[in-house]
């Protein structure tokens, strides 16, 4: 029987030609180099008894060749041995495996950067409008975690027979205003107790500003950040991001500054986004920071609109950068924008503006 006979009743057995025909070239290979060639070939194929690896330095197969290079993770080795005869002819192939891993990781990262991430609240829980990005366009209750928007927060609230409640209470879950800081605190301790992620998020603040009583704490600050941040609260990785970039409570570190600003980006902080896009235009990738600035606006950042309209005018942003960046803000007003919100800021705007 020929050897493509044989391998042709091979491969009706184990129903993987592929296989079959790369055990043909190897055969027919007698470098060391072909070897590692195929290797890579084979490494990722299986037959009905396992994973097929071959010996990128002696062409030995069998189940036990599963020492790997260490830098490509491509070649595999009988031993140490063969790894380090095979060094020097595997030394090119290598780094050509290293950089393309690395370019794909790179592609793959930008294409999770630059994804128009979910809105950071949400909706608004009574109103079911999007929630404003603008801090004072939302508020949390301490009394049952709720981030209400302002609108909610001050439109009159009624009971189950429609009358008018006089008594100031959570526009949510009907509990009484707290009547002191102390209550405030004991309250916030319970929701954070429960795993609350915003409580663990403020009480992070209260450390840093030596508020409430809590004695100013930059390691305990970034703490209650990091269990926040752990939780999926963007908003804490960004905080963190701040800490590293300008060294509060921890040695300057502008690689960590950039990571956690990234992953604030991606849960949808439009703050840590502004940031990579000053980071980008610094460092003369326009592109890029254009990128990030849109995303922004898109998120309800009206600084980033603002800095794309000089870019615009400098020269450094196309047209079309800034007329997609009008039409996206305007896209975020339509969803935000109610009545009940501009009553609200209208009374106090420093208090309830949400854009």
Same mark, same amino acid.
């Given at each position: ?23 043909? +070239?190897? #055969?027919?290979?007698?470098?060391? &180099? ?29 189940? &036990? ?12 080795? =009988? ?41 950071? *609240? ?6 079911? !409008?999007?929630?404003?990005? !603008? !801090? ?6 301490? =009394?049952? %975690? ?43 301790? +319970? ?25 100013? &704490? ?8 990091? #269990? ?12 963190? %991001? ?16 950039? *990571?956690? *600003? ?63 960046? !009008? ?29």
């Amino acid at each position: 029987m020929s050897t493509s006979d044989s391998c042709e009743d091979t491969a009706s057995k184990s129903n993987n030609y592929d296989v079959c025909d790369v055990k043909i +070239k190897l #055969q027919n290979m007698s470098t060391a &180099d072909g070897v590692c060639e195929v290797n890579v070939m084979l490494h990722n194929m299986s037959t009905g008894d396992g994973a097929v690896s071959i010996c990128a330095n002696c062409g030995k197969e069998s189940n &036990d060749v599963n020492n790997v290079c260490n830098k490509c993770k491509k070649a595999t080795y =009988c031993n140490a041995s063969c790894k380090k005869k095979h060094r020097k002819k595997h030394k090119k192939q290598c780094e050509e495996y290293a950089k393309l891993a690395a370019e794909q990781a790179a592609e793959l990262h930008d294409e999770k950067l630059f994804k128009q991430p979910p809105s950071l *609240y949400g909706d608004c829980p009574i109103c079911f !409008l999007r929630m404003p990005t !603008l !801090l004072t366009g939302c508020k949390y209750m301490v =009394c049952c %975690g709720k981030e209400i928007c302002t609108g909610c927060c001050y439109a009159s609230v009624y009971d189950n027979q429609g009358n008018k409640i006089a008594k100031k209470v959570c526009a949510f879950c009907r509990a009484p205003w707290h009547a002191s800081n102390n209550e405030f605190i004991e309250r916030m301790k +319970k929701r954070e107790e429960a795993g609350d992620a915003a409580a663990m998020f403020n009480f992070g603040v209260y450390h840093r500003r030596g508020q409430y009583g809590f004695p100013q &704490d930059y390691t305990k600050e970034l703490e209650f950040y990091h #269990q926040a941040a752990e939780l999926g609260y963007a908003r804490a990785y960004t905080t963190i %991001g701040y800490a590293y970039d300008f060294g509060e409570g921890v040695e300057v570190d502008k690689v960590k500054a950039r *990571y956690y *600003y990234e992953l604030a980006a991606m849960g949808g902080d439009v703050k840590a986004r502004y940031n990579l896009g000053l980071e980008e235009e610094d460092a003369g990738n326009m592109e890029k920071a254009l990128k990030h600035y849109l995303i922004a606006v898109r998120g309800g950042h009206s600084k980033s609109l603002t800095v794309i309209q000089k870019l615009y005018s400098n020269g450094l942003a196309k047209k079309e950068n800034y007329m997609k960046a !009008l039409q996206s803000y305007q896209a975020y007003l339509g969803e935000i924008k109610s009545r009940q919100r501009d009553e609200a800021a209208a009374i106090n705007r420093e208090r309830y503006c949400y854009y």
